[in-house]
């Protein structure tokens, strides 16, 4: 398939609107928010009518933007629950945009096949593995409804290959911890241990 994008390609094939849920995951640092923001600015570009949203719980970057680790950036409405931001999805919405879709409640799968099933392209972006290896909230559950999954990958820091897992370099914090760089980095499976380690 091109570069063209898979919602894309279910607009082209007629006027009616088809829904779907497209889930774009991997590790911290692989690219999963320049990945969503890309997808959202080739919708806008078509003109079609777009929502992104963001879990109230990451403000690392912006209270009200969804930022990269790059620095990309677009507006946003920060919600605290599947259930608001299901209520703030508009009628004439085509494309709606999660970010750090981990940190929400295990509604957000619900939420999302609603969406979905009223002919809205949903693309969530977010870590597929907690610190530990394991899968991170409603992830999983919401690759198992994707119609489209993509998995990203980072740089290992410790020796250079494919990572795609996340290390935790502070080890004092539960799972929803939210940290940058100083506290997690890229590790390869063979680099990976499923702990918080302190960094050497």
Do not use: W
């Not at 923001?37 to 992104?52: D, F, N, Y």
């Not at 009628?91 to 939420?111: C, K, M, N, R, Y």
């Amino acid at each position: 398939m091109s570069r063209l994008d898979h919602g894309e390609h279910l607009a082209a094939r007629g006027s009616a609107r088809v829904g779907c849920i497209e889930v774009v995951c991997g590790s911290m640092f692989s690219g999963k928010t320049e990945e969503l923001l890309r997808r959202i600015k080739r919708a806008q570009l078509g003109k079609q009518p777009v929502q992104l949203f963001k879990p109230k719980l990451d403000d690392r970057y912006d209270a009200v933007k969804v930022v990269s680790h790059e620095g990309t950036n677009a507006d946003a409405m920060p919600v605290a629950s599947a259930k608001e931001l299901l209520a703030l999805a508009r009628a004439q919405t085509a494309v709606v945009g999660i970010d750090e879709v981990q940190f929400f409640d295990t509604g957000i799968v619900e939420a999302a096949e609603t969406l979905a099933g009223r002919g809205i392209r949903v693309i969530c972006a977010g870590l597929d593995q907690d610190y530990r290896g394991e899968a991170f909230g409603p992830i999983g559950a919401l690759m198992a409804v994707a119609e489209y999954v993509t998995k990203l990958h980072a740089v290992c820091a410790q020796c250079g290959a494919h990572a795609s897992r996340s290390q935790r370099l502070v080890a004092s914090e539960g799972q929803l911890f939210v940290g940058g760089a100083a506290a997690y980095e890229a590790r390869c499976r063979a680099c990976f241990v499923p702990t918080a380690v302190e960094k050497g």
